[in-house]
């Protein structure tokens, strides 16, 4: 079982739509929990990142930690064309440790 | 001011043959990372360098890859007789230290595609 896991998609939403995007992990040592957006053929930037459980808000994009279910999500409010791009979520366990990521979920977001 | 840059973009290459990928991080910081992305595989750690210093060789999958940092700046990375199976996209990263805070945001290049042919 690889320590974290995301549906590799592809994802297909209309304009406008609310995206739900998710990883689960094996290891309840993580605590930080990032998500990078990666467009094509370009390296991938940071999104988001939350420590420990709970929600974090900016603009259009919502990060939520359930550690109890090691479930993570990112959901995108009013996608637009421009959100097209694979999403990896990453963790770490502690601020010395390597980043994990997940292989990625693609999201086409259709005009 | 300047990302991170990596040369070359891409690179075809035949079976057998020795490949050097370079990656200059931002100016100013010490954290250097190698990763390789491979369909639907995710971002594999390689290495990481803490300016000169490599303390975390675990992710080098077999002897004929190295890694090098110099003047705590550009990193090369060497693949030595290549193999069909080295083929990937080859993503460098920096980030301002490699401890606290600052170590999550890691900004990537925009990496090196290798064929092995």
Redesign the interface.
């Known amino acids: 079982q690889k320590e974290?896991e995301?549906d590799?998609g592809p994802l297909s939403v209309p304009e406008g739509a609310i995206v739900s995007l998710n990883c689960t992990y094996s290891n309840s040592a993580f605590q930080?929990f990032?998500w990078y957006r990666q467009y094509s053929?370009?390296?991938?930037?940071?999104l988001m990142?939350t420590y420990s459980s709970g929600n974090k808000e900016d603009g259009r994009f919502t990060a939520q930690v359930d550690k109890s279910s090691k479930y993570i999500s990112l959901f995108i409010r009013d996608s637009q064309p421009s959100d097209s791009a694979t999403y990896?979520c990453?963790m770490?366990k502690t601020?010395?440790d390597?980043?994990?990521?997940?292989?990625?979920t693609s999201l086409s977001v259709i005009p | 001011g300047a990302g991170v840059s990596q040369s070359p973009s891409n690179k075809v290459t035949e079976k057998g043959k020795d490949v050097e990928l370079r990656c200059d991080p931002i100016s100013g910081h010490t954290a250097l990372y190698w990763y390789r992305q491979s369909l639907g595989q995710g971002l594999e750690f390689l290495i990481y360098f803490q300016g000169n210093s490599a303390p975390d060789k675990s992710g080098l999958p077999s002897d004929r890859f190295s890694a090098e940092r110099t003047g705590g700046s550009v990193s090369t990375l060497t693949i030595q007789r290549t193999q069909q199976e080295d083929s990937a996209v080859y993503l460098c990263a920096s980030s301002l230290t490699q401890t606290g805070e600052m170590a999550k945001t890691q900004y990537f290049g925009p990496g090196t595609r290798l064929l092995v042919l």
């Open positions: 974290v995301q590799p930080y990032m053929r370009k390296g991938p930037e940071l990142y990896l990453a770490l601020s010395y390597k980043v994990i990521f997940g292989p990625g």
